[in-house]
C-alpha cells in the first residue's frame, strides 16, 4: 500500500504517509466509538503491526470532532467485541508508536482513547474531558486510570467528578496531552509518530501516580462532593481514582465494574433521556428549511436584575446590545449593572480583558425609544404589567424596522394580548428567561397564536447562540414551568392541609435529590407575587375547586418569607431558617376550620403525591398542545425548578417503577 487510503471498516480509513499510517475515524456526526469504528480501528492495528514498511500510526477524526465518545446509543444493548478497553489497552502496548492528532473534541471514549496513546498532539480548539458522571456512569475505558498517572490525582477528580471539559491550553498545562500544535496538526503529529519510531515509548498506565498533597486531594473531592446531591456517579469515581495508585490492572478491573454496574442503573438510564431529550428539544415541528432573521443588535427594555441579565448574555454571545430604560438616570443605572456583572466575570476568570473590553463596547444604553431603530430584535423585560407592556411595544412599531423581531420575556401575561396591541403580531413570541438570566440555562420560547415561523426560528437561533437550553412552549398562563410549578405548590399545600408539615415535606423533596424544598424555596423567592396572584384570580375562581388559605393567613399576617425575617420559617438575624411554631398554628386552625382530621405522611407518600401533581399538569400541557413531548416538560422542570436531572423530570419518574 503506498500514498493510496485504504478502508478499514465503514467508518475507519486509513492512509499512508512517509513511513506512518494515518488513521482516520469518519463516524458522523460525533465519530462515536461505535462497533464499527473499534473493529476498524484493530484492523489498522493488525495492518501496522503486519508491515515492515510502516512505523507508527496516527489517529485522527474527521471533521471537528476527534471523538465523541463511545457511541451511548449502544448502552442497554449487548456489547460487541472487541469492546472500547481492548482496543484502548492494545494501543497502549503496541509495538510501534500510536500518537493521537486531536482536531476537536475528545469526549470520554474518546480522551480514554488518547490517553493510551503514546503521544497526543491537540489543536488549539480541541476540547478534552471525560463527562461520563454527566451520564449517570464513570469512565469505563481506563480514564479513571491514565488521567491520574499524566495529571495528578487532584485534576483528575475535579475533571472527572466534575465532567468538564478543558481547552488544549488547559489540557497541556495538566500534563494531559504532549503539546499543542498551531501549525498542520496531521503533519506535526505524523513527525511526532516518527521520531518515537525505534524508541522506548511512554506507556501512561506504566507511569506511577503523581503524589499529591492528601489536602488538595481532600479539597479537589469534596468540592465535587457538595455540588451532586444525590448522585451516585461521582463519588465513584473519585473512589477509583483516588486509588489509582494501586496495580493498574487491578484499577481497570474494578473500573469496569463499576461502570458496567452504574451504566445499568435507573440514575444512568435518566440522565440518557436528559442527554438526549436535550438534542430533541431544538427540533421543532414545521421549522424544516426556514430561515431565522440576521441578528447582530438585540435592544433590552428594562434594564432591571432581568434586563441586565439578559444583556449580559447578549453581550457574552456577541451581539450588540442597546439598552432602554425610562429615563437618563436609569439607563445609566442599567449600564453600571451590567458592567458590574461583566467585572465579575473579568475577575471570575470567565472573561479575559479583551473581552471584557469588547463586550463593553458593544454596549449603548439610552432613554430614547428612537435610539433602539437599529435593532434586529428586541426583548422586553419591563415591569410584568399588560399595560405597561402594550403600550411600549406600540411606541416600538414607531420606531423599529417592521421585519424586527419583538419578544416579551414576560412570565404570567397573554403573549398573544400583547402582540395583538403591534401593527405586526406575526413579528411577537415570547422569550421567557430565567432569573439569573445570564446564569440559567433555561429559555422558555413562546410560540404566539400568530408568531411567524421564521420569527419562531429567529427565537430558537438566538437562544443557540445564547447557548439557552431553548424549550418551546405555547400560550398558557405559567407556559410549561410555571404552571407545572403552581400545580406542584398547589398539592404541597393540600399536603399541608392533610397532615403534613412544611418542613417534612421541604425534607422529602430533599432527600428525592431536589436542592431546596419547595418551601424554603417559597420564602426565598418571597409570599406576595403569588398572594398578589391569588388576590387576582380570587372573583373568577371555581367555588367548588378545593382552595387552601394556608399561604393567605401567612401573608395576611405580614410572614412574606425570608426578606421579612419569617414566611413559611422563621429566620435568625443570619438567615438561618428554622421551624416556627406559629406557622403550624395557623396550619391546625385551617385544618379546623375544614374540619379536616390530619393525618401523617411518609417522605415517599409526600413525593409520590407531588410528582403525582407534576405529571397530571404536564399530561394536561401535552394534551393541549402546549408542550410538544414528555422530555420537553422534563427539561423544563430540571433546568428551572431544581428537579434532579439523575431522576429525569417528572414525566420520566412517572414512567419509572417506583
Ligand atoms: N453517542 C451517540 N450519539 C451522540 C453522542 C454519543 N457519544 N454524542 C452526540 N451524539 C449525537 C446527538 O444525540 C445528536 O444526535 C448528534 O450526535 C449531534 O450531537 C467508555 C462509556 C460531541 C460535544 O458524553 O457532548 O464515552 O440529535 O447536537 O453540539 O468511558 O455531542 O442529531 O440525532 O450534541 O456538535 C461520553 C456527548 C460518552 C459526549 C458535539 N461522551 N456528546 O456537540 O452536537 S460515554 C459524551 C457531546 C463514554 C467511556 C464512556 C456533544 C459533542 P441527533 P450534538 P454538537
Redesign the pocket.
Known amino acids: 500500500m503506498s500514498g493510496g487510503s485504504l478502508a478499514f471498516s465503514g467508518s475507519v480509513r486509513g492512509e499512508l504517509r512517509q513511513a506512518v499510517l494515518l488513521v482516520t475515524i469518519d463516524n458522523p ?2 465519530n ?1 466509538l461505535s462497533a464499527d469504528v473499534r473493529a476498524g480501528l484493530m484492523a489498522a492495528l493488525d495492518q501496522v503491526e503486519r508491515s515492515v514498511e510502516i512505523r507508527a500510526m496516527v489517529i485522527t477524526g474527521a471533521g471537528k ?1 476527534f471523538i ?6 449502544e448502552f442497554g444493548k449487548p456489547s460487541v467485541d472487541p469492546i ?1 478497553p481492548t482496543v484502548i489497552e492494545r494501543i497502549e502496548v503496541f509495538a510501534k508508536p500510536v500518537a493521537a492528532a486531536i482536531n476537536g ?1 475528545a ?4 480522551l ?1 482513547l488518547a490517553l493510551a496513546c503514546h503521544h497526543r498532539i491537540a489543536a488549539p480548539v480541541a476540547q478534552m474531558g ?3 458522571v ?2 449517570g ?1 464513570v ?3 481506563g ?1 479513571t486510570q491514565r488521567l491520574p498517572r499524566l495529571a495528578g490525582i487532584p485534576a483528575a477528580i475535579d475533571l472527572i467528578g466534575s465532567g468538564r471539559s478543558v481547552k488544549a491550553a488547559e489540557a497541556s498545562s495538566l500534563g494531559i496531552i504532549d503539546a499543542v500544535s498551531k501549525a498542520d496538526l496531521i503533519e506535526t503529529a505524523i513527525a511526532a509518530a516518527t521520531a518515537l519510531a525505534g524508541h522506548d515509548l511512554r506507556r501512561t498506565g506504566s507511569l506511577a501516580v503523581p503524589s499529591a498533597e492528601p489536602t488538595d486531594v481532600e479539597k479537589a473531592r469534596s468540592k465535587i462532593l457538595k455540588k451532586v446531591r444525590g448522585q451516585q456517579a461521582p463519588s465513584e469515581a473519585i473512589r477509583l481514582v483516588e486509588m489509582a495508585t494501586r496495580a493498574i490492572a487491578e484499577g481497570l478491573a474494578d473500573e469496569r465494574d463499576t ?1 458496567l454496574r452504574l451504566r445499568d442503573s435507573e440514575q444512568a438510564a435518566a440522565l440518557r433521556h436528559v ?2 431529550a436535550e ?2 428539544a431544538s427540533k421543532v415541528e414545521g421549522l424544516d428549511g426556514i430561515e431565522p432573521r440576521p441578528v447582530e443588535t438585540i435592544g433590552i427594555c428594562g434594564l432591571g436584575l432581568m434586563g441586565s441579565g439578559i444583556a449580559v448574555a447578549a453581550l457574552g454571545a456577541g451581539y450588540r446590545v442597546i439598552g432602554l430604560d425610562q429615563t437618563g438616570e436609569a439607563a445609566e443605572r442599567g449600564r453600571q449593572g451590567i458592567i458590574a456583572l461583566l467585572e465579575r466575570n473579568l475577575s471570575s476568570g470567565r472573561l479575559d480583558q479583551a473581552g471584557f473590553e469588547a463586550q463593553t463596547t458593544r454596549l449603548s444604553v439610552t432613554a430614547q425609544d428612537l435610539d433602539l431603530a437599529p435593532s434586529d430584535l428586541v426583548i422586553e423585560a419591563v415591569f410584568d404589567d399588560l399595560d405597561v407592556k402594550v403600550d411600549l411595544f406600540r411606541r416600538l412599531d414607531r420606531v423599529l424596522r417592521p421585519d424586527a423581531v419583538l419578544a416579551t420575556n414576560t412570565s404570567y401575561l397573554n403573549p398573544d394580548e400583547i402582540a395583538a396591541s403591534t401593527l405586526h403580531p406575526e413579528r411577537v413570541l415570547g422569550l421567557h428567561f430565567f432569573s439569573p438570566a445570564h446564569v440559567m440555562r433555561l429559555l422558555e420560547v413562546v410560540r404566539c397564536g400568530k408568531t411567524a415561523p421564521d420569527v419562531l426560528a429567529t427565537g430558537l437561533a438566538v437562544a443557540k447562540k445564547l447557548r439557552k437550553l431553548a424549550v418551546v412552549t405555547g400560550v398558557t398562563e405559567g407556559f410549561i414551568g410555571n404552571r407545572i410549578f403552581s400545580a406542584y405548590r398547589r398539592e404541597a399545600e393540600f399536603l399541608l392541609e392533610d397532615g403534613a408539615l412544611p418542613h417534612e415535606i421541604d425534607a422529602a423533596l430533599e432527600s428525592y435529590g431536589f436542592p431546596m424544598g419547595l418551601f424554603a424555596v417559597y420564602d426565598m423567592a418571597g409570599l406576595e407575587i403569588a398572594w398578589a396572584r391569588r388576590k387576582r384570580q380570587a372573583a373568577g375562581r371555581n367555588p367548588s375547586e378545593r382552595y387552601v388559605e394556608i399561604a393567605d393567613r401567612l401573608c395576611e399576617a405580614g410572614r412574606l418569607g425570608q426578606k421579612a425575617g419569617r414566611g413559611w420559617y422563621a429566620y435568625n438575624p443570619d438567615g438561618k431558617r428554622q421551624l416556627d411554631p406559629e406557622v403550624t398554628a395557623f396550619i391546625e386552625n385551617c385544618r379546623a376550620e375544614k374540619g379536616i382530621t390530619p393525618c401523617s405522611f411518609t417522605a415517599e407518600e409526600i413525593v409520590k403525591r407531588l410528582l403525582a401533581a407534576m405529571s397530571y399538569e404536564g399530561r394536561r400541557l401535552l394534551d393541549e398542545d402546549i408542550a410538544s413531548r414528555e422530555s420537553d416538560i422534563d427539561l423544563v422542570m430540571i433546568n428551572g425548578y431544581g428537579f434532579p436531572a439523575q431522576k429525569g423530570g417528572p414525566m420520566f419518574a412517572a414512567q419509572t417503577p417506583r
Do not use: H
Open positions: 456526526p460525533v462515536a470532532t465523541g465518545g463511545a457511541d451511548i446509543r472500547l473534541a469526549l470520554g471514549g474518546g480514554e471525560l463527562p461520563e454527566k451520564l456512569i469512565p469505563g475505558a480514564g461502570f442527554f438526549f438534542r430533541q
